[in-house]
């Protein structure tokens, strides 16, 4: 079974603040992907990143990061001199891709409500 | 543009009203799904499609159809809407099933079922 944890259900900070949002997933899949969406206080949902299951790296992307470590199950999401337009719900979600499973569905975490205050 | 657009992007009807969500993407994507997203449980997936003609249930069907007959398409049924199924509704597609790229996701539909 493929499932998505995001323990935090609500950080808040200051701006300026540097903020992680944990994701742990589970999945007996070999190959797989991980995702981060964002959604604005306006509704749509915004695509962040994609990770494969066999590319390790960490990736930054202006303030920006993700750690993803195989070892401990997670990918989580590091905003560097938080914004107050980082405000916003944060999904994290796991598709996986071995024979057998349902290809192409994402299962998503229950999302982290980041509130970043001026 | 590459887009998925969902139709309407607000809804309030009455229970047993037979009602219709549209979703259509330009991007000539095989897979597509539809989410409903109520607070606390995140998204969850309700009905997707691999290709044309070929659907299958997703996590919370109960009280969804869904039909294929085209690529670009993918409306949402709700045949009797109650109101535990008020929520806010996506349709979202992607090239592969492989899960390669990214889902692109509409704008969300907002239901009201009172």
């Known amino acids: 079974a493929q499932k998505v944890t995001q323990a935090q259900t609500e950080i808040s900070v200051v701006e300026k603040e540097d903020v992680t949002l944990d994701c742990v997933y589970e999945t007996r899949d070999t190959t797989y992907y991980l995702f981060w969406y964002k959604q604005p206080p306006s509704g749509e949902l915004v695509f962040l990143i994609r990770?494969?299951?066999?590319?390790?790296q960490n990736e930054i992307s202006g303030r920006y990061s993700w750690n993803f470590q195989k070892s401990t199950s997670s990918f989580n999401f590091t905003i560097t001199a938080s914004q107050v337009v980082d405000s916003a719900v944060y999904f994290c979600?796991?598709?996986?891709?071995?024979?057998?499973?349902?290809?192409?569905?994402?299962?998503f975490g229950r999302g982290t409500q980041l509130t970043v205050w001026p | 543009e590459a887009q998925v657009t969902q139709n309407p992007r607000y809804l309030i009807t009455v229970t047993g009203k037979k009602l219709t969500v549209t979703c259509s993407q330009n991007m000539n994507h095989e897979y597509m799904s539809w989410y409903r997203q109520d607070p606390g449980l995140g998204l969850r997936q309700i009905y997707y499609s691999m290709n044309v003609e070929v659907t299958d249930k997703g996590d919370v069907p109960e009280g969804y159809k869904v039909s294929r007959k085209e690529k670009r398409n993918f409306p949402l049924i709700l045949e009797s809407p109650s109101p535990n199924q008020t929520s806010l509704y996506f349709c979202?597609?992607?090239?592969?099933?492989?899960?390669?790229?990214?889902?692109?996701f509409g704008q969300g539909t907002r239901l009201t079922v009172v």
């Open positions: 990770r494969n299951s066999f590319d390790e």
């Open positions: 979600a796991l598709s996986a891709a071995d024979r057998g499973s349902t290809l192409g569905r994402l299962y």
């Open positions: 979202a597609s992607s090239l592969s099933p492989t899960g390669v790229g990214e889902a692109f």
